[in-house]
Structure formats: C-alpha cells, structure tokens
C-alpha cells in the first residue's frame, strides 16, 4: 500500500511530463561525476524522487477527500466548543481511515490498471501513469465546481479545453482543492446552526436571570454534548460526509 500511495504521488506531480522520458528512474549505489547528459538527467531524476517522498502525503491528502473530511470535523469541535476533544491526533486519523475507505474504489482501480500490468511488464511506463491517474481525475472532476476549475483554466492562459482530457492536471487540482473547500464550509455552517441556537437559549435565559457574570459555555456545552449524543450525532455526520461524495 505504501508503493503504491508513494507512485500515485509521483503520478499526480509528475502528470504532464508523461510524454517525456520515464521519470521513475533506476537508483544505483554508485555514486561519481556525471560526464554526459544522460547521467546528469538520471541524477536529477533521483533527487526528484527523494523529493517527492517527503513531500507525498501533502500531494496524497489534497487530492483525496482528506481535505473535506477534516475540515468537518474540525468544525463540529468548534461548534461543540470542546476545545481540544477529540484531539487533533484523533480527528487526522479518522479522516485518514475515512479517506482511504472512499479512495478505495478508485486506488484500487489504479492498482488494477496500472501499477499491477507495469510491474508485470505488460504495458510501458506512460500507459502505467495514464491508467494510475485516470480514476484520480475522475474522482476530482466529480467533485469539482466548473466555476472553480474555470478560474484556473483562464489564469493558466491555456486554450480552452474541448473535453476533460484537455484539462491539465496541474490546473485540476487547485480548482478541486477549493472546491472540497468551500463544500466542507457549507456543511460546517449547517452543523454550526444548531448549536448556536442552544448557545443563545442559555445566554438570553442567564441573562433575564441576572446571572452576568456566569459564563454560558459552561451551561450550554452538557446540552450541546447531550443533543449530539441524542441524535446519534457521529453516526449522522460520517454519513453525511460519505454520501457527499457520491
């Protein structure tokens, strides 16, 4: 799985140079002065990939529903005013599982298509990428807003793209990342609401109490824990959360 996560990464940074030499070179141990340009694109290529290992999860997360999912719940906490619960550690790793529960289907179908035949020595190294990237971009075509992807598509001063094939990779991705954005806000304005309303119950009720001084988070937040708790509150969001990637 971690091969496999790490050649998506290299895929989707590496998308546009498929017409180019291979870009996954071979590593030797050897180590020397490079005396023609063939040594010095191969060396180059190693420090690339070098590169793209550390910086992997960041290209993995933003292209995957990552972004959406944790932004979710970062604004449930919020909302609930737990300050620190669920913990930062707990709500990356449950929209890690969550991630890789809707990625599976298109991972899996790059496997298939793509990492698997290259690795048998069926099809060459750019059918390899074109077949891992394709379920990638489809997932992020489904998800992104044609506002977005034109916002991109016009201050790239590229030609307009007759069909998504045309469309760069390197311009779908900031156009989805914004668009998973601007989904995850509205979906955190809708559980915000509820939980507003109960906030100023308690506050107008302490208030015409003449009880000022007494803070009313500290009132609201067993009723906010206890309505949560109510209405199967987790069950609830994770559906949400799946089902809007449908």
Not at 21 to 26: E, K, M, Q, T
Not at 47 to 60: E, M, S
Not at 102 to 126: K, T, V
Not at 178 to 185: H, N, V, Y
Request: charged share 10%.
């Amino acid at each position: 799985m971690v091969r496999f996560l790490l050649i998506c990464a290299a895929v989707v940074l590496f998308a546009n140079c498929a017409d180019a030499a291979p870009i996954i070179p071979g590593v030797n141990v050897e180590v020397g002065t490079a005396e023609n340009p063939a040594q010095v694109g191969s060396t180059l290529q190693v420090i690339a990939v070098l590169t793209l290992a550390t910086l992997a999860p960041g290209i993995l997360m933003m292209t995957t529903s990552f972004v959406r999912i944790v932004v979710i719940i970062s604004f449930l906490r919020n909302a609930l005013a737990t300050q620190n619960t669920p913990s930062n550690q707990i709500i990356v790793s449950l929209a890690l599982f969550l991630t890789f529960y809707i990625m599976a289907p298109y991972w899996s179908q790059a496997n298939d298509n793509g990492l698997q035949p290259y690795l048998a020595g069926q099809i060459s190294q750019e059918e390899a990428i074109t077949n891992v990237l394709e379920p990638m971009r489809e997932f992020m075509f489904r998800q992104t807003r044609e506002a977005d992807l034109a916002l991109f598509v016009n201050l790239s001063d590229a030609p307009r793209p007759e069909s998504q094939e045309d469309v760069s990779t390197f311009v779908l991705i900031p156009a989805f990342i914004i668009s998973e954005l601007k989904t995850a806000f509205q979906i955190g304005f809708m559980i915000y609401v509820p939980f507003i309303v109960i906030d100023m119950i308690v506050a107008t009720t302490l208030m015409s109490m003449g009880m000022m001084m007494l803070p009313p988070v500290m009132i609201s937040l067993p009723f906010k824990i206890l309505l949560f708790v109510m209405i199967d509150g987790w069950h609830l969001l994770i559906r949400s959360i799946i089902v809007s990637f449908r």
